[in-house]
């Protein structure tokens, strides 16, 4: 209702405008035509003026010649004898141009009819949208084409007819199972390389299978889809993180389901974070890269290229992959000093990253190399006080706990 509003009104002053200009015109035409026969009274009562002897011949015929260049002028003024005006059928025929222009162009692009929309009922029905799109099924018939294979099919052929022959008689395969992810994977056959994937987490059991196993099964659906986000494979993305918030893989796939959903409003917030939280290695950084400028502007925060977080190869980084503090390189590395040099060294890099993370926190890998490297330095004591506080910090986040337990048997700590 309100577009009908200011249209029309914006139509009003545009041909208000154009009547007034060709009224005034008209209004000239008939001061004009006035004019005219004021002279042709004027030429009559010359005449009669001769016959009444007021006038000589040769006054009455320098008379007659004024007011005739007169009565032309004005003559041509009018435009009478040649209908409506030059200048009004012009602006009149703007007018209808005008007007005719901006009907189709409407009914062309427009939608004729259609109500206005809050934003909250148009965010409704995406979201509507979204939970009504096609299934992953459907989604895979409609593939007219795969990824092109990654390995010589006539090579492995034999090998995966036997490997598949093998896990039927095996099914409880791990290492097997995984193998044949990859093969079929890299043959293309991406259905058969998450039902594959399926399988490996069923075997390290559904509830205990990390993350990064769950976002590999919804990345092969994704994949086997042609890239389309299935309701099915958003129910995998939401296990993964369930599990691991900060899982990469997870996290830029959920925000590829909300462009394609057209919430880019979620999409935006979900890969600039994942920018900030990622190295410069990350296989999700190059794909987020070509898309996210138009994302955000379609988001309303059209943030240039330049100023988003984007991890560089020469800079450290900050995120959930960087971590700093003490690697094992380091501690190798210290092989070569003397024992008091190397200890001395180590707990300096200890120390460090400890004040850190209780001043600033940081990501669990952090809090796992920091027990890790307690343990190497045979303090058991202080490595569990450090454990002890990191399932508090963490508490909740299955993934991080996961991380820190692995950390804290590594150092010989017991968690029970």
């Known amino acids: 209702m309100i577009f009908w509003l200011v249209a029309g009104a914006t139509l009003l002053v545009v041909v208000g405008l154009l009547a ?74 703007a007018a209808v141009i005008v007007v005719g222009i901006t009907i189709v162009t409407y009914l062309q692009i427009g939608a004729p009819g259609y109500p206005d929309l809050p934003l909250k009922t148009r965010i409704a029905q995406l979201e509507d949208a979204r939970a009504s799109r096609p299934s992953q099924a459907v989604a895979e018939e409609q593939v007219t084409s795969r990824p092109a294979p990654q390995i010589d099919a006539e090579d492995v052929s034999e090998l995966m007819t036997q490997l598949r022959a093998i896990l039927q008689q095996r099914p409880d395969d791990l290492r097997g199972h995984r193998l044949l992810v990859r093969n079929e994977a890299g043959l293309g056959n991406m259905v058969a390389a998450y039902t594959a994937q399926q399988r490996v987490i069923e075997i390290l059991g559904v509830n205990d299978a990390p993350a990064s196993e769950v976002a590999t099964l919804a990345e092969l659906m994704i994949l086997a889809a042609g890239g389309y986000v299935s ?108 024992m008091q040099d190397r200890i001395q060294m180590i707990q300096g890099m200890v120390q460090g990253l400890a ?62």
């Open 231 to 338: 309701p099915e494979a958003e129910a995998v993305l939401q296990n993964a993180l369930g599990r691991d918030p900060r899982n990469g893989t997870a996290r830029y796939y959920t925000g590829l389901m909300y462009v394609q959903a057209g919430r880019y409003d979620l999409a935006w917030p979900t890969w600039r974070r994942l920018l900030a939280d990622s190295t410069a290695d990350a296989p999700w950084l190059e794909p987020i890269l070509l898309q996210i400028e138009d994302v955000s502007a379609l988001a309303g925060d059209a943030t240039p290229l330049d100023q988003l977080p984007i991890p560089r190869a020469d800079e450290p980084v900050t995120g959930t992959g960087g971590l700093r503090g003490p690697s094992s390189d380091d501690i190798e590395a210290a092989g070569e000093m003397s």
């Open 20 to 93: 007034r200009t060709v009224f005034g015109a008209d209004a000239e035409q008939s001061g004009a035509a006035q004019d005219v026969d004021v002279y042709r009274d004027q030429l009559r009562e010359v005449e009669k003026d001769v016959a009444r002897g007021v006038l000589t011949p040769d006054a009455a015929e320098r008379t007659r010649l004024e007011i005739s260049r007169r009565l032309l002028e004005a003559d041509r003024n009018t435009g009478i004898g040649h209908g409506v005006g030059p200048r009004s059928l012009a602006i009149t025929l």
């Open 355 to 416: 004040e850190r993370l209780g001043s600033e926190g940081g990501p669990p890998e952090e809090w796992a190399r920091l027990i890790t490297s307690l343990g190497v330095l045979g303090n058991t004591d202080a490595a569990f006080g450090v454990y002890s506080e990191a399932i508090l910090v963490f508490e909740g986040d299955q993934g991080a706990l996961d991380i820190l337990n692995h950390a804290a048997d590594q150092a010989g700590v017991n968690p029970g």
